[in-house]
């Protein structure tokens, strides 16, 4: 089955980097997603890696994708107060699975100054 | 207007009471979906539509009615909640098949019921 998991909480402290992980069960999955959800807001897609690719950055974002181990993670670089949120992975398998997207339980980001 | 719009952002209800929330994608896209967020709990997908039709309803209680008129509008009707039907409801869509675009979220329907 279908399984994302995350640590529920990091803290950081301003110009840091922050680290937030993520594993998954579905080795078929195509794509893997961050999101950020701000407070009293919808989510936002931050990011994205397809399955063939090992890392992908995008200004202060880097995702690292170990499929062996199934394992995801974000790295925000000079974190800043404004990152402070809910950070979702979720993982896709295609067609297959519908369109549908498998979301962890979301890791809250708390930036202290 | 641009992306996934959510109305209203806010909503109290009794539990006696109907009412609806509206969610519309301006991305061309053809799969929409329901989901539900309360606190301390993970998101849960209520319903998916794909080409207005319904293609999963994961055990939603009948008190959620979904409709789906065309590709780029949704609504859940509500009836008769409970208190514990309390959170903020997100709408999202996508394209199919699903690419690097992943889903778009609105900005939610904050839900109370009293």
């Known amino acids: 089955g279908e399984d994302v998991e995350q640590s529920l909480f990091l803290s950081v402290r301003e110009g840091d980097s922050s680290v937030i992980n993520c594993t998954y069960t579905?080795?078929?999955?195509?794509?893997l997603y961050w999101y950020k959800q701000e407070p009293g807001a919808g989510l936002q897609l931050l990011t994205y890696?397809?399955?063939?690719?090992d890392m992908k950055q995008d200004q202060r974002l880097t995702v690292l994708l170990n499929k062996k181990d199934k394992h995801l993670s974000l790295r925000i670089a000079d974190t800043q107060t404004g990152d402070s949120a809910i950070y979702f992975c979720?993982?896709?398998?295609?067609?297959?699975?519908?369109?549908?997207?498998?979301f962890g339980g979301g890791t809250r980001v708390l930036v202290k100054p | 207007e641009t992306g996934v719009t959510q109305t209203p952002r806010h909503l109290v209800m009794g539990m006696t009471n109907k009412k609806s929330l509206k969610c519309e994608q301006h991305?061309?896209?053809?799969?929409m979906y329901w989901y539900k967020q309360s606190a301390k709990k993970p998101l849960e997908l209520m319903f998916v539509?794909?080409?207005?039709?319904?293609?999963e309803n994961n055990s939603v209680p009948s008190r959620f009615s979904p409709e789906c008129p065309n590709s780029s509008h949704l609504f859940l009707h509500l009836h008769t909640l409970q208190p514990e039907d309390s959170a903020l409801y997100l709408c999202?869509?996508?394209?199919?098949?699903?690419?690097?675009?992943?889903?778009?979220f609105g900005s939610g329907t904050r839900l109370t019921v009293v």
């Open positions: 579905d080795s078929s999955s195509t794509y």
């Open positions: 890696i397809f399955s063939n690719m």
């Open positions: 991305l061309g896209h053809n799969a």
């Open positions: 539509y794909n080409f207005k039709e319904q293609t």
């Open positions: 979720a993982e896709s398998t295609g067609e297959a699975a519908g369109n549908k997207l498998t």
């Open positions: 999202a869509s996508s394209q199919e098949p699903l690419g690097g675009g992943g889903y778009t």
